[in-house]
């Protein structure tokens, strides 16, 4: 059975960094590109970065990049988002998500980040 | 980047009853290799996402055949017959054939 976990989130002050994780489970974790996603409380989905499998390709949404690191330790099975200069705008609960061209077929539960004084 | 227009942005339906969801984007979703990279994902309450259809048509894997999709270029549909309790949630499309991916709105469907 194919499982995502993240983890990494909390309450953290404007300005300062977090470092969200997600453990895979149930596949080949380092066959497969993997993706962060994002959902402010009570509104809609925001993809967020794409890593590929072998981390050559790397693609961020405009409005994270300079600020999120997107990676993974494929010995590990896990995928990392690194971020920086935290802003209000991004709290939000975080998915981690299997590839993208079949459409996302596996989630995470997800992991809240709260950015707030 | 691509901007997808979801329509309606909520639906109230009774059981039984057929509904479709429309999502048109600003581009073509048609990819170098021939393949339209649209899906169809539901949100029910408390939820994650769960992937419905993949690549336009596509059912995911354990999805119920009421749930069908159709489209091409820039016009898609969702259509969900004979809807049930369970189907009740936030109905969301998306496109990965361009970065930045990009989702639609929503489509709230309730049961009346």
């Known amino acids: 059975e194919v499982q995502l976990v993240e983890s990494g989130g909390g309450l953290v002050q404007p300005g300062r960094s977090l470092k969200l994780s997600c453990v895979a489970s149930g596949f080949t974790f380092s066959n497969y590109g993997m993706n962060w996603i994002r959902q402010a409380p009570g509104k809609g989905l925001e993809w967020v970065a794409y890593i590929s499998s072998g981390s050559s390709y790397i693609y961020y949404a405009e409005t994270v990049k300079g600020r999120f690191t997107i990676s993974r330790d494929n010995a590990k099975n896990t995928l990392y988002l690194q971020m920086t200069s935290l802003r209000s705008e991004d709290t939000a609960l975080y998915y981690c998500a299997r590839r993208y061209y079949d459409g996302f077929a596996y989630w995470g539960q997800g992991t809240l980040v709260t950015v707030s004084s | 980047d691509v901007v997808m227009t979801q329509t309606p942005p909520s639906l109230s339906v009774a059981i039984g009853q057929s509904v479709s969801i429309s999502c048109k984007s600003s581009q073509s979703l048609v990819y170098s290799d021939g393949k339209t990279y649209l899906h169809w994902l539901l949100q029910s309450p408390g939820r994650s996402p769960k992937r419905l259809i993949y690549?336009?048509?596509n059912l995911g894997s354990g999805v119920p055949d009421r749930f069908s999709g159709t489209g091409s270029q820039k016009d898609f549909t969702l259509k969900i017959s004979r809807v049930e309790a369970e189907d009740l949630g936030v109905y969301y499309c998306a496109q990965t054939t361009h970065f930045p991916l990009t989702f639609g709105s929503g489509t709230k469907l309730e049961i009346k």
């Open positions: 690549q336009v048509s």
